[in-house]
Structure formats: structure tokens, C-alpha cells
């Protein structure tokens, strides 16, 4: 069982920056693929980009490729998400999520957290 916990989502002006945090609780933090996804009202959740468990592969949605980036940190069990260059159409709760592949698809993934607002004003 993995529980995580986003944070620093939050009010921001376009061409700000913000950067998420999530923390996880286990011991197998690093055998899991970790993903962001984004939800804006009345849309699916969509993919906003992943990371390998080791951390050394990424990917990323065509439309946050150049501003945002993932990272993780295994001894603090813990996934960051960068935003530059924030655009008011990223306005959405942002989830962080872990599961078995490098995949974009959310149902594919166990483990979500309760989520975080970012909001770009324009």
C-alpha cells in the first residue's frame, strides 16, 4: 500500500512558476513509476508527464515539453513536478499517481493522491 501527498499547488500569475511535491509512504517508493495527471473542471484527467523509478527516463505531454519537469528523490520518497513558463489553460487539480509502467494512461496506475489546485491567472 502506497499513500501519497501533493502539495504546493496554488495561485500564480502566467509565466510564474510553481513546483509540486509529492510525498509517498513505504519502503518501496523507488520500484514504483511515478506520474503527474491533471484535472481541469468538466475534462478527463489528462497525463502531464512520468518517471521511471530509478529516475532515469522521463516523459512528458507534448504540452508541458520545455516548461515543466519531473523529477524524483528516492531517499525522500518523494516526486517533484517544476512549472515554468505557466500558461492559464494549465489551471486543473494536479494528482500525482504510482503504479508498474512508464505509461500516460491514469487507469493503469494504483495509487493516487487527493490532489492539488494550480491556478494560472492571465
Known amino acids: 500500500q502506497v499513500q501519497l501527498v501533493e502539495s504546493g499547488g496554488g495561485l500564480v500569475q502566467a509565466g510564474g512558476s510553481l513546483r509540486l511535491s509529492c510525498a509517498a509512504s513505504g519502503r518501496t517508493f523507488s520500484s514504483y513509476v511515478m506520474g503527474w495527471f491533471r484535472q481541469a473542471p468538466g475534462k478527463e484527467r489528462d497525463f502531464v508527464a512520468v518517471i521511471s523509478g530509478s529516475g532515469g527516463s522521463t516523459y512528458y505531454a507534448d504540452s508541458v515539453k520545455g516548461r515543466f519537469t519531473i523529477s524524483r528523490d528516492n531517499a525522500k520518497n518523494t516526486v517533484y513536478l517544476q512549472m515554468n513558463s505557466l500558461k492559464p489553460e494549465d489551471t486543473a487539480v494536479y494528482y500525482c499517481?504510482?503504479?508498474?509502467?512508464?505509461?500516460?494512461?491514469?487507469?493503469?496506475?494504483?495509487?493516487w493522491g487527493q490532489g492539488t489546485q494550480v491556478t494560472v491567472s492571465s
Open positions: 499517481a504510482a503504479g508498474p509502467s512508464v505509461v500516460a494512461i491514469p487507469s493503469l496506475y494504483h495509487y
